[in-house]
């Protein structure tokens, strides 16, 4: 991963709404939520709700499936895990830590 890919994912989960939203979508698993009920549990307007929705998806952070009259946004957990990833690449010096980072950095 590039620094710049990292960044425009960091600035994506940089506000709030985004990172609530984005929260909700990764405990909801791989089918998602539909938008409707996004904005439902998150008390959210609908063009509010939207434009969150765009910057997360500019960022690669999730996607849409249209399904019916219902659009569904899930996390990109490959898109999370590759960021995580980047963040931690340099953890103990370079050296893995395995499971148990009591003693990383």
Excluded: W
């Amino acid at each position: 991963m590039e620094n710049k890919d990292a960044v425009v994912r960091l600035a994506a989960l940089a506000q709030e709404t985004r990172l609530t939203v984005y929260r909700l979508l990764v405990t909801a698993g791989p089918e998602g939520l539909a938008v409707g009920r996004i904005g439902d549990a998150l008390g959210v307007a609908p063009a509010t709700l939207s434009f969150h929705l765009k910057e997360l998806a500019h960022a690669g952070l999730v996607s849409a499936r249209q399904d019916g009259r219902f659009i569904y946004y899930s996390a990109n957990y490959t898109a999370m895990n590759t960021l995580l990833a980047f963040l931690t690449d340099n953890c103990c010096g370079g050296v893995p830590c395995g499971v148990d980072t009591r003693h990383c950095c």
